[in-house]
């Protein structure tokens, strides 16, 4: 467990994760780790099995006494997924250990945290910044929700197991990481507009995590061993101060509004998707571009929100999810609310902020040097699609982002 006390945000904060393995052979460290629990879950999918799972549980043989196995199809962290665990598991259990990375690490996450148990995370890829967080990353009812969760009691990365995960996983990874450009101006920019919540010190924990990561790109493609064990640290240290913030600001803006749009729209219509890190790296890309747009208009001038042609428009682009959608906005209220008094007032002090964070070339050269094909992310998803995702991905969330602002004035 860790602690910040006196923080000059005027907030104490604290991450509850016992114990942080991010070495070589470092699943040998599970045994002792486990040491008191007599009745544990597993669970995993048959490719984490393969990667990791099968020595979990050799490793845990006697402590173990149930286990979920998920096939090689898509896992989606749904109502489902979290029928077959509860299923699965009995009443005697006293810890889950997830084999996985992203989807398995939310299903041991909620699950550990609705029915009250503490869970422990092997790590099967350095994919995602979800290891440390507090939020379980679900989709419930066709959304896309973060519930509060408990953080993990152990997180254990062997980086011989890490090395070994799909290359895509791991640009997933660096591509995840690389998305703290654009969340970090997020944050910043609410900030200043919105009188949201910020801390220097957690800003400056994840900006130096970025800043030891950002250009590692050629040698992660070579699967080098000390730049996945840095990845990893870094993805790992964005989730604690996602923790410490008591929520995922610190690690998510408008590049994975963009992401969470191209995800539920996929999965509504049955359209392909890249995975999440891939998803947020180009994205990013696109949340550069809306920057260095508003930066070149002197036009800050504050749209009236049309509420039917918006209507039409969710509608349209989320079908059968779409009354979820308008009622969550509405319930929200952020489309009636007036920002013109605000966007005039603070025009310099708003671009200063957008002018902080590299632009979209840069940030392209960083995707490039890990083998991440922006043009890829183009086609695949079509100059509509993309367009769709940056007017209409920021009403999946209840964030303020550079996307409000962006839509709502004339530029």
């Known amino acids: 467990?860790?602690?910040?006390?006196?923080?000059?945000?005027?907030?104490?904060?604290?991450?509850?994760?016992?114990?942080?393995?991010?070495?070589?052979?470092?699943?040998?460290?599970?045994?002792?780790?486990?040491?008191?629990?007599?009745?544990?879950?597993?669970?995993?999918?048959?490719?984490?099995?393969?990667a990791a799972g099968r020595q979990v549980r050799k490793l845990l043989d006697g402590s173990v006494s149930s286990e979920t196995l998920f096939g090689k199809e898509l896992l989606i962290p749904d109502e489902k997924a979290v029928a077959l665990i509860e299923e699965t598991m009995p009443e005697s259990t006293d810890l889950i250990v997830g084999t996985g990375s992203g989807v398995i690490q939310d299903l041991c996450k909620f699950t550990g945290t609705k029915r009250n148990l503490p869970y422990f995370i092997v790590a099967?890829?350095?994919?995602?910044?979800?290891?440390?967080?507090?939020?379980?990353?679900?989709?419930?009812?066709?959304?896309?929700?973060?519930?509060?969760?408990?953080?993990?009691?152990?997180?254990?990365?062997?980086?011989?197991?890490?090395?070994?995960?799909?290359?895509?996983?791991?640009?997933?990874g660096y591509g995840d990481v690389i998305g703290k450009f654009s969340c970090l101006n997020d944050w910043k920019l609410?900030?200043?507009?919105?009188?949201?919540?910020?801390?220097d010190r957690i800003y400056g924990m994840v900006n130096d995590m970025l800043g030891r990561v950002r250009d590692s790109g050629e040698?992660?493609?070579?699967?080098?061993?000390?730049?996945?064990?840095?990845?990893?640290?870094?993805?790992?240290?964005?989730?604690?101060?996602?923790?410490?913030?008591?929520?995922?600001?610190?690690?998510?803006?408008?590049?994975?509004?963009?992401?969470?749009?191209?995800?539920?729209v996929g999965i509504v219509r049955g359209e392909p998707y890249f995975p999440h890190g891939i998803d947020v790296a180009c994205s990013t890309v696109k949340t550069a571009e809306i920057r260095h747009?508003?930066?070149?208009?002197?036009?800050?001038?504050?749209?009236?929100?049309?509420?039917?042609?918006?209507i039409e428009n969710i509608r349209r682009v989320y079908?059968?999810?779409?009354?979820?959608?308008?009622?969550?906005?509405?319930?929200?209220?952020?489309?009636?609310?007036?920002?013109?008094?605000?966007?005039?007032?603070?025009?310099?002090?708003?671009?200063?902020?957008?002018?902080?964070?590299p632009g979209p070339d840069i940030i392209r050269n960083y995707l490039e040097s890990a083998g991440i094909e922006y043009d890829g992310f183009e086609r695949l998803y079509g100059a509509e699609k993309i367009s769709d995702a940056i007017r209409f991905g920021m009403d999946l969330k209840d964030r303020y982002s550079v996307l409000w602002l962006y839509n709502s004035i004339r530029h």
């Not at 509850?16 to 995993?44: F, G, Q, T, W």
């Not at 730049?227 to 590049?255: C, F, H, N, Q, W």
């Open 1 to 50: 467990m860790s602690y910040i006390t006196g923080c000059g945000c005027g907030k104490n904060h604290f991450c509850a994760i016992n114990n942080i393995v991010v070495r070589e052979n470092a699943i040998l460290s599970l045994p002792d780790l486990c040491s008191k629990y007599e009745h544990i879950h597993l669970v995993y999918d048959m490719n984490t099995f393969e």
């Open 190 to 199: 609410s900030a200043l507009v919105n009188g949201e919540y910020f801390c």
């Open 219 to 264: 040698k992660l493609q070579k699967r080098d061993p000390s730049a996945i064990k840095s990845l990893t640290d870094a993805l790992i240290g964005v989730g604690v101060a996602m923790a410490y913030a008591g929520s995922t600001r610190p690690g998510s803006g408008s590049e994975h509004h963009l992401s969470h749009f191209f995800e539920i």
């Open 124 to 172: 099967t890829a350095p994919s995602m910044d979800g290891y440390g967080s507090s939020g379980a990353a679900m989709i419930m009812n066709g959304m896309k929700i973060t519930y509060p969760a408990r953080v993990a009691d152990s997180i254990v990365c062997d980086v011989n197991v890490l090395k070994e995960a799909p290359l895509d996983m791991i640009r997933a």
């Open 293 to 310: 747009e508003l930066l070149n208009t002197d036009n800050f001038e504050f749209q009236k929100f049309n509420r039917d042609e918006w």
């Open 319 to 357: 079908g059968k999810i779409s009354g979820k959608v308008i009622e969550f906005q509405d319930g929200l209220g952020h489309h009636s609310r007036d920002m013109s008094s605000v966007y005039s007032a603070k025009r310099d002090e708003i671009k200063g902020i957008l002018s902080d964070s």
